[in-house]
């Protein structure tokens, strides 16, 4: 474990063991200015002493691996997990508010070509995900005097992937070519046959079937299949299992191909030592070295260090969001009212995802209620309990919008 270290202007240093660490702050050389990772800051000036370090960063769309090194250890390794509930949270919005306009309000004359996107306009969900990248990256800028960062980046060949014969004008073409519409592809595609019972229902008209909600699967042909009208309202009165999985989803092939030219852009104009790599490279140290299959040694792997001395510690964040704007849930109670989704800003003396300890251990809080009973649980969401009394909790530190833990292998 290394101990982070800023100087008397708050610029960072090259880190030292707990040893020194402790003797600084025995000495009243220096203070604590940060639990996860521990960082403390010097009282005194100092020579500023700093050796040359890479940063590895293996971009994903869930799950983000930093490594950072030196030419004989590894200084830093982390894994953080993105967010990946806010395609859902937006098709919930625009549930409530299809059903807002729909009752009776006053009259409001129709308003057309107001709403233009900018230029470089990014869908919620891909510009969260790189705004976590840049300030997860900032983040180790301000714990390690960071030389060069390397970042890897992917381009997937989605049409390849369905088609390795694909070429020429066919990547043009598309597989709903000369079909007018999904739904006639996808009854072509099924053969005009119910994919459970196979026809033996006898049900002649058939519908065009969700495998998964609408919401987070989309209309994409691998999420639709043929049923029967007789199978189809059979499953939506929970008459029938379908034994049916939904093909295979390119939504994380999409964003990797869409933000890794405006991430390694973004990198370009922050910081002035930026360069890339690629995933076949990367693969190929992992395997010559040895290396378990980590996003965290992939980034080791992309520093160019793969065979240096690591540390047996490493964090995992996870980017969690920063308000919850709904106002009411889904569902309605019985009499037509709403219950209210916002709780109280502070219960208890704590907020939600505050870092907390109980029976010696270190954990978040996920859920509150207002009878004082916590559901607390580490960041990989295994929970301990759903009754934890306020009284038996120690807090250690205020939420934040990403949370952090230390891990050990």
């Given at each position: 474990m290394l101990v982070y270290i800023l100087n008397k202007d708050g610029m960072p240093l090259m880190p030292c063991s707990p040893k020194v660490a402790r003797n600084l702050l025995r000495d009243d050389k220096a203070k604590a200015v940060q639990r996860t990772p521990f960082t403390i800051q010097l009282l005194y000036g100092s020579s500023g002493y700093?050796?040359?370090?890479?940063?590895?960063?293996?971009?994903?769309?869930?799950?983000?691996?930093?490594?950072?090194t030196t030419n004989r250890k590894e200084v830093f390794s982390a894994e953080v997990q993105l967010r990946t509930d806010i395609v859902r949270n937006i098709a919930n919005k625009k549930q409530f508010r299809r059903v807002r306009r729909s009752r009776k309000t006053r009259y409001r004359q129709a308003r057309f070509l107001n709403r233009r996107k900018p230029i470089g306009w990014l869908a919620p969900s891909i510009r969260q995900k790189i705004d976590t990248h840049l300030t997860i990256i900032d983040r180790v800028h301000g714990l390690l005097p960071i030389t060069n960062i390397i970042v890897e980046v992917a381009a997937f060949d989605i049409q390849k992937i369905k088609d390795p014969n694909i070429s020429g004008t066919e990547y043009q073409e598309g597989e709903q070519l000369d079909f007018s519409n999904t739904r006639e592809y996808i009854l072509y595609r099924d053969n005009h046959?119910?994919?459970h019972c196979n026809g033996k229902s006898k049900d002649k008209i058939l519908n065009v079937h969700h495998i998964e909600s609408r919401k987070t699967g989309g209309d994409s042909p691998g999420n639709l299949v043929t049923l029967c009208k007789t199978c189809h309202d059979a499953y939506h009165t929970g008459n029938v299992d379908l034994n049916i999985r939904r093909g295979s989803s390119y939504r994380d092939a999409t964003f990797m191909g869409i933000m890794r030219r405006i991430l390694y852009n973004k990198l370009l104009?922050?910081?002035?030592?930026?360069?890339?790599t690629y995933g076949y490279i990367t693969k190929n140290t992992r395997i010559v070295n040895n290396l378990p299959k980590e996003h965290r040694s992939d980034a080791l792997c992309i520093t160019g260090n793969p065979d240096i001395i690591r540390d047996n510690m490493w964090y995992f964040y996870r980017k969690v969001r920063c308000q919850n704007r709904k106002i009411h849930m889904m569902t309605i109670n019985k009499g037509g009212t709403r219950k209210l989704c916002q709780s109280p800003y502070i219960i208890h003396g704590f907020r939600l995802f505050d870092?907390?300890?109980?029976?010696?251990?270190?954990y978040f809080i996920f859920a509150r209620r207002l009878s004082g009973s916590f559901n607390i649980s580490l960041l990989d969401g295994v929970t301990l309990s759903r009754d934890i009394i306020y009284k038996k909790l120690t807090l250690l530190e205020r939420r934040n919008t990403i949370l952090i833990e230390r891990n050990y292998r």
């Open positions: 700093k050796q040359y370090i890479i940063l590895g960063v293996d971009t994903g769309s869930k799950v983000i691996g930093l490594s950072a046959t119910c994919q104009v922050l910081y002035p030592n930026v360069s890339m870092k907390v300890r109980y029976d010696s251990t270190d």
